[in-house]
């Protein structure tokens, strides 16, 4: 056998549980690393900010009994690629890790404890790549010798993992659909004109959404996808994942799946965020929510393959 070679997944780290303290700090880390890519903050405000946006959270994650499952999917979905990887290619020693963008083990202290001189592939839990995703991960390693960011899966690629995940959750479900059944798709939106030019993800996302449709078009009345938006900062991609749902409800349908697509794994946005929009269907309307595709054997072996096919 060779010698090691090493791929660590790679998340922005949502703190599993409703305490004050790591969401202040991973609230703090996101301003700091991420919205001030896109918006110009004062470095005075980020604290006022990063208090606000944690005591919303905890609030609202204690309201709703919700603690996040990301963390342990991400150790999941590590040890379905590892396994997956040295099943695909057994000569080499594979070995997982996980890191994340705003919270301890952060990507750079993980790269650091690696031994030096062996090959590190970090692989973005993204669906769509952009300057909110695999960019972060490249500007940080860039110096870094025998590291590499691993491209974000293909459209077409997430689009047959994603329709196929569907299927077999309704299978699972005894859930049949139809021509009364409408399935809402939900990815977290952007800006439509940011405020300088930047890689948003918008269109690669969109393509994603496209692909699940045209797969999954026989089997509901209708397709339509949505997007989990903020609310300041300019115009946000439409329709709204609540404006969507809405346009169902008005179009008559009283069973509509709920698929947060553009997520790989269970978070608050996939889930507390579905669980609020659909909470808003009236009596007589049957709503499911699905599950991302979380550590997936399928979604494994197909991040398993970008690594090898990476080089």
Sequence with gaps: MSAGRHVVLLTYGEPPRARFGSQFVYSWRILFGLTRIIAPIPPLLVPMIALQRARLRVAIWRAEGY?????????????????????????????????YEFRRP?????????????RVDVVPMYLADSAFTHA???????????????PALGADTLAELSAAHVEAELAARGFAGGPDTALLLAAH??????????????????????????????????????????????????????????????????????????????????????????????????TLHLPCLNASPALAEALARAVLEAG
């Design 67 to 99: 603690e996040s499952p990301i963390e342990e999917e991400t150790l999941a979905q590590a040890e379905g690629v590892a396994a997956a990887l040295a099943r695909l290619d057994p000569g080499v020693d594979w070995q997982a890790h996980v890191a």
């Design 106 to 118: 952060l990507l750079e202290t993980c790269i650091a404890t690696l031994p030096r001189g062996e």
């Design 136 to 150: 972060l991960a490249r500007v940080k390693l860039e110096r870094q010798l025998n590291v590499r960011v691993v």
């Design 189 to 286: 939106g952007t800006l439509v004109d940011p405020p300088k030019p930047i890689a948003t993800g918008r269109l690669e996302t969109t393509a994603v959404a496209e692909g699940i449709a045209r797969r999954l078009a026989p089997r509901f009345g209708r397709v339509l996808w949505g997007w989990l938006n903020h609310t300041m900062g300019g115009e946000w991609t439409s329709p709204a994942a609540d404006a969507a749902f809405r346009m169902l409800l008005a179009d008559g349908y009283k069973r509509i799946v709920y698929f947060p697509y553009g997520f790989l794994a269970d978070n608050a946005e996939s889930q507390l965020e579905g669980k609020i929009v659909l909470k808003t269907a009236p009596p007589g309307v049957t």
